[in-house]
């Protein structure tokens, strides 16, 4: 009751808005209050909109409310600081839907800082002193606030399960040990605990070692990109440098080309015209010469005719005349034919050269420096360091293959039966079927223990088909997926179509290695010993999937839970 009235006090005397003991409180028009600071700040942000409401029952003022002192409340929070009370509990200090709440506070409940496993009750910070005042309770284990107390009750006996049975791997009462698993194997619950927080610790020590390690090779990738991209800017600042220098090189040959031609044009034109103009004069000279024997062919009288009729010497040969004719004109076609020849050699070395380079560039490979796969474990304490549990995805499950302990256990059923899964596209149509959940890559180890007459332990990708009767939907008839076939008689491994056959009788359990990185792939008869059956040595181009084939009525196949 005290407990009431203190939290009640809390409530009544703490402001709506900072949510702190009253301080200066005021009164609103509609009864509510608040420290004056609070809803003078609150309505100065209200001026800005030009509204003034209350901020608990929301009421609407058309002015600015007048604040009266509400002495009453004022005397009493003093009263309330001198007997030590504090502030109400802010919001966040109260229990949410996410937020485990206090057992023992009534009213609107606390977060609960503890909860205690043999109280099976969570307790706020208030609620809990006793576990630490009282020597009652010096024995109670404290841990985290937790809703799943009641998990902690056998369902059976409404007792504390303080046992586990490693049996049947579960937890159990103490009663249980009488009942139904008398004669297991028993260890107290914190002695499993303890044993599994060792392999806990243990695979957290090599997936930390696993992380440490491949983050040194992303820094050395990185490093490697770094230089791979130094080295391409580089070599095309290299190449448009030597592309420049050749295509100057070319340029000048033409220009040189070029100015000789002009050259030999101007010298032979000036030749040309030298031989033309000589020839022009003698013309004119032969022309005139032509005019007065014209005139004198007209004379009449025929004794100035005779007088006048000159001596003519014989007409002697044009020596420009016979030189143009006995030396045919040669102009510059044989420069433009030796220039045309020049590029097809230009084009045939580039071609060639081009061909070369395309190659090395083509060639240029990062020779990603691997490290050395460890070695496959030779005993199955070794392989259960990778052990990884599978459970079997229901989507992928063909309808007549039942699933069952938490969907690690598959067997056939009878020809007339047929379980109601939903239609999806991953389910396998026709053979009797199931991949599951989980993608397996790098270093992974699995067993499976099968009950029947055969059936088939395989892994696939992801993509392998799943609809027909095709040999690409098998387990072991395509490239994309890799099968043991264990029977009582005889046992053969599965791939693309070819079998090998396995010498030597299979147990009920089959242990499957891979390495999913060095492209190994392993399947072991486990007994007393690991028995190696089949292994594969090859390169995985995608996550892997396991997967189980039953084509017979009444065989199944169970994923061991590692241990």
Known sequence: MEQQAVQLDRETFSCPICLDLLKDPVTTPCGHSYCMNCIKNFWDEGEKKESYHCPQCRKSFTQRPDLQKNTIIAALVEQLKKTGLQAAPADHCYAGPEDVACDSCTGRKLKASKSCLVCLASFCEKHLQPHFDSAAFKKHKLVEPSKNLQDNICSKHDRLLEVFCRTDQKCICYVCIMDEHKGHETVSAAAERTERQRELEERRGNIQQRIQDQEKDVKLLQQEVEAINRSADKTVEDSEEIFTQLIRLLQKRSSEVKQQIRSQQETEVSRVKDVQEKLEQEITELKRKDAELEQLSHTEDHTQFLLSYPPLPALSESTHSSSINIRPLRHFEDVAAAVSELRDKLQDVLRDSWTNISLIVTEVDVLLSEPEPEPEPKSRAGFLRYSCEITLDPNTTHTRLVLSEGNRKVARMNQDQKQTYSNHPDRFTYYFQV???????????????????????????????????????????????????????????????ISTSISGPVSSKVGVYLDHTAGILSFYSVSETMTLLHRVQTRFTEPLLAGVRINKIGSSAKFCKPK
């Not at 099968?450 to 939907?473: P, Q």
């Not at 009582?488 to 491994?493: A, H, I, L, Y």
Request: proline fraction near 0%.
């Open 435 to 497: 991949l599951s959940r989980e993608r397996l890559t790098g270093r992974c180890y699995w067993e499976v223990e099968w009950r029947g007459e055969s059936v088939y332990v395989a892994v696939a990708y992801k993509s392998i088909s799943r609809a027909g009767l095709g040999d690409e939907c098998i387990f072991g008839y395509n490239n994309k997926s890799w099968a043991l076939y264990c029977s009582q008689n005889n046992s053969k491994f599965w791939h693309n179509q």
